[in-house]
C-alpha cells in the first residue's frame, strides 16, 4: 500500500475521533439526530484545527446510504468516496486557488442538478475569505436561493474577511486551537500505532511547536518519523523546531526570579550558539510567565491551565520566588522586547538584556519602601526626609543611572499623556466622607471583594486609588507608571466586576470611571505612610541630572540601588 501521510492518515472519520471540538461535533450532531440541516455552515479556526476534516465528516454523515446519521457506515460507496475524495456528489474548491472564479460558475451552473448516490450537493469551499469578488458574487446568487438538495460549508482561517452577506446566511462554528494535553494524548496513540517510541518531553516539544493546531502537530511527527526512525526523542524533536526545551525554559525563568544574571547570560550563549529561534523563546517565556500569573493569582483556576505534570511541579516551586507584581513587570519587560525583536540589530543583545532587566526587576511594597527610607534617613545624619515627591518616587527596577550626555538626563518627559481628572465639584461635603471611607477600606474591603468577583482585576485595582465620590458616579485613579492596569481594568469583566462592588459598597447606582493620575494625585502617599512635609520644600524645575546631584536623591539611589524615570512636581 501507498505511503500516507499521517495527518491523512489519521484525519477524523467519525464526530468521536474529532480532536478538542466537542462543541462543534456536540451541536453537529444534534442537527442530524433532530433533522435540522441548515443550507449553509461555516468553520472558523486557526490552520490545521480540523475545519475542512469536520466539513468532509459531516458531508460524509449527510450523505451515507443510512444518513443522515450521526455515525457514518464508512463501507457504502457514498463514504468510501468521500473518504478518497472522488466523489461526484461532494465538491471541494480552494478558495485561494486561481481557478476558484471558473470553479464557482461551473457549481452555479451545476447546482441544480441532483445529485448521483447521496442525497445532497454539497460543495467545501476552503479558505473561502480568498475568493475573489467576482466568485464571491457569483456565490451569492447560489446562495441567496440554494436548492433544497444543495448544502455549502465554508471554512476560514480569517472570518472578518468574509463578506458579511455571506456570514448572515451560515451558521457559524468557531474552532479552538487544540490544548496541549489533548495533541499529546493524540501524538501518543499514533505513535504507539505506528510503533514509534516517543518520551513525553518529546511529545510535549512536538505540542508547543504546533501551537494548537494538530494537523501541524501530525505532520511534524511525520516529519521526525522520517528523520530518526523509530526513536523520537526532545532533542530531535528541539533541532527540528527551533525551540527550547522545557528544562532550559523552566532553568531560564527560575534564574529571572531568582535574579541570577549569571546563569541567564550563560544560558542565552548557548541557546544563541545552538542556533535557537530567538523571538520564540521570548514568546515562550511570556507564556510562561503568564501561566505563572494565572496559577498565583487565581488557584482554582490551575487545574484549566494547559500544562503537563512535570510543568506544574515547576510552577509550584517558582511560585514560591514570584509575586503578581513582579510577573506583570517581567511579562511588560518581555512584551516590549517581543515589539522590538523585528526591528532588533541583534536580537541575542536585546534577548540579553531584556532578561537582565526582568531579573533585576523587583517589587517593592510602600510598607517597605517607608521602612528603607526611615533607615535611610537616620544614616544621611538623622533629620526629617524631605518630603518631595521627586524622591518619594525612586523606580526600583535596578538600572545604571543615565550617563550625562543622554537625552533621558534631561527634562522630566512632558505630561502630554496623562489624561485630565475631573477637577470635584465645589459642594462636596457628604461625598467626601464617603471617599475617606472608600479610600479608609480600599485594599481590605474593595480590592478584596473584587478579587472574589474577577482576581485579576481585583489585582489591578491594588495601584489605584478612588479619587472623587459623587452622587452618581466614583472616579477611580490610576498611577501612570500602572497605565496597563487602567487598560486591563477596561475589559469589560473586570470593570463590570469593579462596577458591581462599588453599588454594593455605596448603595446606589453609580458609574465607575477609571482613569490615569495626574502627577500630583499619584504623587500623594496614601495618608498612613505621609512624612513630614514641613521640612524643607524643594525647589521646583530641577533637571533629572540636578537632582542626581542632590545629596539625599544620591544616597537614595544608591541605597536602593535605583533610578529616577520620572520626575513630578
Ligand atoms: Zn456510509
Same mark, same amino acid.
Given at each position: 500500500?501507498?505511503?500516507?501521510?499521517?495527518?491523512?492518515?489519521?484525519?477524523? !472519520?467519525?464526530?468521536?475521533?474529532? &480532536?478538542?471540538?466537542?462543541?462543534?461535533? !456536540?451541536? #453537529?450532531?444534534?442537527?442530524?439526530?433532530?433533522?435540522?440541516?441548515?443550507?449553509?455552515?461555516?468553520?472558523?479556526?486557526? *490552520?490545521?484545527?480540523?475545519?475542512?476534516?469536520?466539513?468532509?465528516?459531516?458531508?460524509?454523515?449527510?450523505?451515507?446510504?443510512?444518513?443522515?446519521?450521526?455515525?457514518?457506515?464508512?463501507?457504502?460507496?457514498?463514504?468510501?468516496?468521500?473518504?478518497?475524495?472522488?466523489?461526484?456528489?461532494?465538491?471541494?474548491?480552494?478558495?485561494?486557488?486561481?481557478?476558484?472564479?471558473?470553479?464557482?460558475?461551473?457549481?452555479?451552473?451545476?447546482? %441544480?442538478?441532483?445529485?448521483?448516490?447521496?442525497?445532497?450537493?454539497?460543495?467545501?469551499?476552503?479558505?473561502?475569505?480568498?475568493?475573489?469578488?467576482?466568485?464571491?458574487?457569483?456565490?451569492?446568487?447560489?446562495?441567496?436561493?440554494?436548492?433544497?438538495?444543495? %448544502?455549502?460549508?465554508?471554512?476560514?482561517?480569517?472570518?472578518?474577511?468574509?463578506?458579511?452577506?455571506?456570514?448572515?446566511?451560515?451558521?457559524?462554528?468557531?474552532?479552538?486551537?487544540?490544548? &496541549?494535553?489533548?495533541?499529546?494524548?493524540?501524538?501518543? #496513540?499514533?505513535?504507539?500505532?505506528?510503533?514509534?517510541?516517543?518520551?513525553?518531553?518529546?511529545?510535549?516539544?512536538?505540542?508547543?511547536?504546533?501551537?494548537?493546531?494538530?494537523?501541524?502537530?501530525?505532520?511534524?511527527?511525520?516529519? /521526525?518519523?522520517?528523520?530518526?526512525?523509530?526513536?523520537?526523542?526532545?532533542?530531535?524533536?528541539?533541532?527540528?523546531?527551533?525551540?527550547?526545551?522545557?528544562?532550559?525554559?523552566?532553568?531560564?525563568?527560575?534564574?529571572?526570579?531568582?535574579?541570577?544574571?549569571?546563569?541567564?547570560?550563560?544560558?542565552?550563549?548557548?541557546?544563541?550558539?545552538?542556533?535557537?529561534?530567538?523571538? *520564540? /523563546?521570548?514568546?515562550?517565556? #511570556?507564556?510562561?510567565?503568564?501561566?505563572?500569573?494565572?496559577?498565583?493569582?487565581?488557584?482554582?483556576?490551575?487545574?484549566?491551565?494547559?500544562?503537563?505534570?512535570?510543568?506544574?511541579?515547576?510552577? %509550584?516551586?517558582?511560585?514560591?520566588?514570584?509575586?503578581?507584581?513582579?510577573?506583570?513587570?517581567?511579562?511588560?519587560?518581555?512584551?516590549?522586547?517581543?515589539? *522590538?525583536?523585528?526591528?532588533?540589530?541583534?536580537?541575542?543583545?536585546?534577548?540579553?538584556?531584556?532578561?537582565?532587566?526582568?531579573?533585576?526587576?523587583?517589587?517593592?511594597?510602600?510598607?517597605?519602601?517607608?521602612?528603607?527610607?526611615?533607615?535611610?534617613?537616620?544614616?544621611?545624619?538623622?533629620?526629617?526626609? &524631605?518630603?518631595?515627591?521627586?524622591?518619594?518616587?525612586?523606580?526600583?527596577?535596578?538600572?545604571?543611572?543615565?550617563?550625562?550626555?543622554?537625552?533621558?538626563?534631561?527634562?522630566?518627559?512632558?505630561?502630554?499623556?496623562?489624561?485630565?481628572?475631573?477637577?470635584?465639584?465645589?459642594?462636596?461635603?457628604?461625598?467626601?466622607?464617603?471617599?475617606?471611607?472608600?479610600?479608609?477600606?480600599?485594599?481590605?474591603?474593595?480590592?478584596?471583594?473584587?478579587?472574589?468577583?474577577?482576581?485579576?482585576?481585583?489585582?489591578?485595582?491594588?495601584?489605584?486609588?478612588?479619587?472623587?465620590?459623587?452622587?452618581?458616579?466614583?472616579?477611580?485613579?490610576?498611577?501612570? !507608571?500602572?497605565? *496597563?492596569?487602567?487598560?486591563?481594568? %477596561?475589559?469589560?469583566?473586570?470593570?463590570?466586576?469593579?462596577?458591581?462592588?462599588?453599588? !454594593?459598597?455605596?448603595?446606589?447606582? &453609580?458609574?465607575?470611571?477609571?482613569?490615569?493620575?495626574?502627577?500630583?494625585?499619584?504623587?500623594?502617599?496614601?495618608?498612613?505612610?505621609?512624612?513630614?512635609?514641613?521640612?524643607?520644600?524643594?525647589?521646583?524645575?530641577?533637571?533629572?541630572?540636578?537632582?542626581?546631584?542632590?545629596?539625599?536623591?544620591?544616597?537614595?539611589?544608591?541605597?536602593?540601588?535605583?533610578?529616577?524615570?520620572?520626575?513630578?512636581?
Amino acid at each position: 500500500m501507498a505511503y500516507e501521510v499521517l495527518a491523512r492518515k489519521w484525519r477524523p !472519520q467519525q464526530f468521536a475521533d474529532v &480532536v478538542g471540538q466537542n462543541h462543534v461535533t !456536540q451541536t #453537529l450532531q444534534n442537527a442530524i439526530t433532530a433533522n435540522r440541516i441548515a443550507h449553509a455552515y461555516l468553520f472558523v479556526g486557526p *490552520r490545521g484545527t480540523g475545519k475542512t476534516s469536520l466539513a468532509r465528516l459531516f458531508a460524509k454523515a449527510l450523505n451515507c446510504k443510512t444518513g443522515p446519521t450521526i455515525t457514518p457506515c464508512d463501507v457504502c460507496d457514498s463514504c468510501r468516496e468521500i473518504t478518497s475524495g472522488t466523489s461526484l456528489d461532494v465538491q471541494e474548491i480552494d478558495g485561494a486557488s486561481n481557478n476558484s472564479v471558473e470553479q464557482v460558475r461551473e457549481l452555479r451552473d451545476n447546482v %441544480k442538478f441532483a445529485p448521483t448516490h447521496g442525497k445532497y450537493k454539497i460543495y467545501i469551499i476552503d479558505e473561502v475569505h480568498m475568493l475573489s469578488t467576482a466568485a464571491f458574487n457569483a456565490l451569492l446568487k447560489t446562495l441567496e436561493e440554494p436548492p433544497a438538495h444543495v %448544502k455549502f460549508f465554508f471554512a476560514t482561517t480569517e472570518a472578518h474577511k468574509v463578506l458579511p452577506t455571506i456570514v448572515s446566511r451560515c451558521q457559524r462554528f468557531d474552532l479552538r486551537r487544540i490544548p &496541549v494535553a489533548l495533541i499529546i494524548e493524540r501524538l501518543n #496513540l499514533i505513535a504507539n500505532e505506528e510503533k514509534v517510541s516517543l518520551d513525553s518531553d518529546a511529545a510535549l516539544a512536538i505540542a508547543r511547536g504546533a501551537e494548537g493546531g494538530l494537523r501541524d502537530a501530525e505532520s511534524a511527527l511525520d516529519q /521526525l518519523i522520517a528523520f530518526r526512525g523509530e526513536t523520537i526523542t526532545e532533542t530531535d524533536v528541539l533541532a527540528v523546531f527551533g525551540l527550547v526545551s522545557r528544562q532550559t525554559l523552566e532553568l531560564l525563568a527560575t534564574a529571572i526570579l531568582k535574579g541570577d544574571v549569571g546563569e541567564i547570560v550563560r544560558t542565552i550563549a548557548e541557546l544563541d550558539a545552538g542556533g535557537k529561534d530567538m523571538q *520564540r /523563546l521570548v514568546l515562550e517565556l #511570556l507564556d510562561h510567565f503568564r501561566t505563572l500569573l494565572v496559577y498565583l493569582c487565581v488557584p482554582e483556576a490551575a487545574p484549566t491551565l494547559d500544562v503537563i505534570a512535570p510543568q506544574v511541579e515547576s510552577l %509550584k516551586q517558582q511560585a514560591q520566588l514570584a509575586d503578581p507584581d513582579r510577573l506583570m513587570r517581567i511579562a511588560e519587560v518581555l512584551s516590549q522586547a517581543e515589539d *522590538r525583536m523585528r526591528y532588533s540589530l541583534s536580537r541575542r543583545t536585546l534577548v540579553e538584556t531584556s532578561l537582565i532587566r526582568c531579573a533585576r526587576a523587583t517589587t517593592v511594597s510602600v510598607d517597605d519602601l517607608m521602612k528603607r527610607l526611615e533607615v535611610l534617613s537616620q544614616s544621611v545624619g538623622g533629620g526629617e526626609i &524631605v518630603s518631595s515627591p521627586a524622591i518619594a518616587r525612586v523606580d526600583s527596577v535596578r538600572e545604571t543611572p543615565p550617563p550625562a550626555y543622554a537625552p533621558r538626563a534631561q527634562a522630566p518627559a512632558p505630561r502630554a499623556t496623562v489624561s485630565p481628572v475631573p477637577k470635584p465639584s465645589p459642594v462636596l461635603a457628604p461625598a467626601k466622607s464617603e471617599l475617606d471611607a472608600l479610600t479608609a477600606q480600599w485594599r481590605d474591603q474593595i480590592v478584596e471583594r473584587v478579587k472574589r468577583e474577577v482576581a485579576l482585576a481585583g489585582v489591578a485595582l491594588l495601584d489605584a486609588k478612588p479619587l472623587l465620590v459623587e452622587q452618581n458616579r466614583v472616579v477611580i485613579g490610576f498611577d501612570p !507608571q500602572f497605565a *496597563r492596569k487602567l487598560e486591563q481594568i %477596561k475589559i469589560p469583566t473586570y470593570h463590570a466586576a469593579v462596577h458591581k462592588i462599588m453599588v !454594593q459598597f455605596l448603595k446606589r447606582p &453609580v458609574n465607575v470611571e477609571c482613569v490615569l493620575m495626574t502627577g500630583e494625585e499619584s504623587a500623594d502617599v496614601p495618608a498612613d505612610h505621609t512624612v513630614d512635609k514641613g521640612a524643607g520644600s524643594a525647589p521646583h524645575s530641577k533637571t533629572r541630572q540636578e537632582w542626581h546631584q542632590e545629596p539625599v536623591v544620591r544616597k537614595t539611589l544608591e541605597f536602593f540601588n535605583g533610578s529616577i524615570v520620572d520626575i513630578r512636581e
